[in-house]
Nanobody, 124 residues
Framework: QVQLVESGGGLAQAGGSLRLSCAAS????????MGWFRQAPGKEREFVAT????????YYAESVKGRFTISRDNAKNTVYLQMDSLKPEDTAVYCC?????????????????WGQGTQVSVAP
């Protein structure tokens, strides 16, 4: 079973930056597609970004394209989400997820393992 632990959340001002990390253990991280999702209070969990095992295929939600960057370091079993030009509407709990087989996808139902999440709050 894959365990995922997120870190790096916190409070930022609008226009600021945060970098989230997700450390994986208990599996073969270098073979997994990884994704980031977020859930704001009272809203459904939504897709943010995903990256293939090699890092060659990346997708972003339209709402974060050009502001967020997903990357991974397979030697460190870690996936990152660099968040720049933050907006108050980015406030949410951010979770990483692993898809143990298959291509990166925006569909949350296709991910097999999830972290507990880290809170990101953006003040106006």
């Amino acid at each position: 079973q894959v365990q995922l632990v997120e870190s790096g959340g916190g409070l930022a001002q609008a226009g600021g930056s945060l970098r989230l990390s997700c450390a994986a253990s208990g599996g073969t991280f270098s073979s997994y597609a990884m994704g980031w999702f977020r859930q704001a209070p009272g809203k459904e969990r939504e897709f943010v970004a995903t990256i293939s095992w090699s890092g060659n295929t990346i997708y972003y939600a339209e709402s974060v394209k050009g502001r967020f960057t997903i990357s991974r370091d397979n030697a460190k079993n870690t996936v990152y989400l660099q968040m720049d030009s933050l907006k108050p509407e980015d406030t949410a709990v951010y979770c990483c997820a692993a898809r143990l087989a298959g291509l990166p996808t925006t569909s949350k139902e296709r991910y097999d393992s999830w972290g507990q999440g880290t809170q990101v709050s953006v003040a106006p």
